[in-house]
């Protein structure tokens, strides 16, 4: 792997809200000389980036953390607290470093911006691990790049940086799919702090068992079926491993996430995640909160399609649709060519759907029945056959 290195330019330092570590910007304007410049390292992104673009498009890396550790005991290393996310054009300072202690500096990449980042336990946390800053019950966001530079030894009012980085390396180079099942849980609601969270237990300071939370286990199930299910998944486990068998660059691949109250219980919650692979990278997948709820998809043109004939040739103008128990609900004078979704329904089997067509007076010229069974999350489509 090619090493980049880099001459030492000067820079001006923006505060950040870390005690970690400070955020800077290139000037081209000399620091001043009788200014003392504390014990620190500078981590400039000109150094490792190499060929990976930073930018806004698709593929590119946005932001990155920086994290440094102390080697100086090579058998016992152990970890800074790592930067807050930072944009990939900026550069960062570690002041919390010991004279003449030996440190590495690591970074992780992502294809994240820095504002859509947080650590994990906040800001000031010093945690290497992102969250979305708007879904921090999702997981963990995995980096899509990382590297190393060479280690340095700090020096007494001295700002060190490393002299040579690794480029950017991609963390997988295969082409794959993630789905993270617990980034449906994000939006469940409209008032917030009432989105549904992971089942935890618990024991209150009496010592009794408290359990917290709505979601037990999800299963992820492909529309694909060269793709296998991942069944019996823990709420508060890491998101699995992504698909990479049988993922094919430029493809759409959609899951649905069934969420279950109880492991092993009936699905209570559903929801459906899409993604579009590319090729060299692992994609992740955008899925839909989970919802209780399903609907149904009703169109009295496929069922006369299906049976051979037309909306005109059997002179059908508009139809109605009646679901019948347990929905009981009801759609007037539809236009024959146009499909109807029925949307939130109770899940369960439905098997007294009607479609009536009439012709532009209003009689009845063909009738349809119609089964369907709802699934929480899902949009279903009816099993519909002409009444001779």
């Given at each position: ?9 000067p ?22 000389t ?6 620190s390292?500078l981590?400039?992104p000109?150094?490792f ?33 790592s930067?807050?996310?930072v ?76 002299k ?26 409209a ?10 237990s ?47 660059p ?24 899409t993604?579009i ?45 009646v ?9 007037d ?56």
């Amino acid at each position: 792997m090619r090493r980049r290195t880099l001459a030492l330019v000067p820079l001006v330092a923006l505060a950040l809200a870390s005690t970690a570590c400070d955020e800077t910007s290139d000037t081209d304007t000399d620091l001043e000389t009788t200014t003392t410049l504390p014990t620190s390292i500078l981590v400039d992104p000109s150094l490792f980036m190499g060929d990976v673009p930073c930018s806004a498009a698709s593929g590119a890396m946005q932001s990155y953390v920086a994290t440094v550790l102390d080697v100086t005991d090579a058998s016992a290393p152990f970890p800074l607290p790592s930067s807050p996310p930072v944009t990939c054009t900026a550069s960062v300072i570690f002041r919390q470093v010991l004279v003449n202690h030996v440190y590495r500096v690591q970074i992780d990449g992502y294809d994240v911006p820095a504002a859509e980042l947080v650590p994990v336990g906040g800001t000031s946390s010093g945690s290497r691990s992102m969250v979305r800053r708007a879904a921090p019950n999702a997981g963990n966001v995995t980096p899509l790049w990382s590297t190393f530079c060479e280690d340095l030894t700090a020096q007494q009012n001295v700002r060190s940086t490393p002299k040579t980085c690794e480029e950017l390396a991609p963390l997988s180079t295969e082409t794959g799919v993630l789905v993270e099942p617990r980034s449906t849980l994000a939006g469940t609601s409209a008032i917030p702090g009432l989105e549904l969270t992971c089942k935890q237990s618990s024991v209150d300071p009496q010592g009794n068992p408290v359990i917290t939370g709505d979601v037990a286990s999800f299963d992820v199930r492909p529309a694909d079926p060269a793709l296998a299910p991942l069944v019996n998944l823990p709420c508060t486990s890491p998101a699995p491993a992504p698909y990479t068998q049988n993922i094919e660059p430029g493809q759409s691949y959609t899951f649905r996430v069934e969420a279950r109250a109880a492991a092993g219980g009936p699905v209570t919650w559903g929801a459906s995640c899409t993604a579009i692979a590319v090729k060299g990278l692992v994609t992740h997948a955008l899925c839909d909160p989970l919802s209780k709820d399903g609907a149904l998809d009703l169109s009295l043109a496929d069922v006369l399609a299906a049976a051979g004939t037309s909306c005109a040739k059997e002179n059908v103008a508009t139809y109605d649709a009646v679901l019948g128990a347990p929905g009981d609900l009801e759609a007037d004078a539809i236009d024959c060519d146009k499909p109807i979704r029925f949307t939130p329904l109770e899940p369960g089997a439905y098997t007294n759907i009607e479609l009536i067509g009439r012709d532009a007076a209003g009689a009845v010229a063909v009738t349809a029945t119609c089964t369907a069974e709802i699934a929480p999350g899902a949009v279903s489509t009816a099993t519909c056959a002409l009444v001779p």
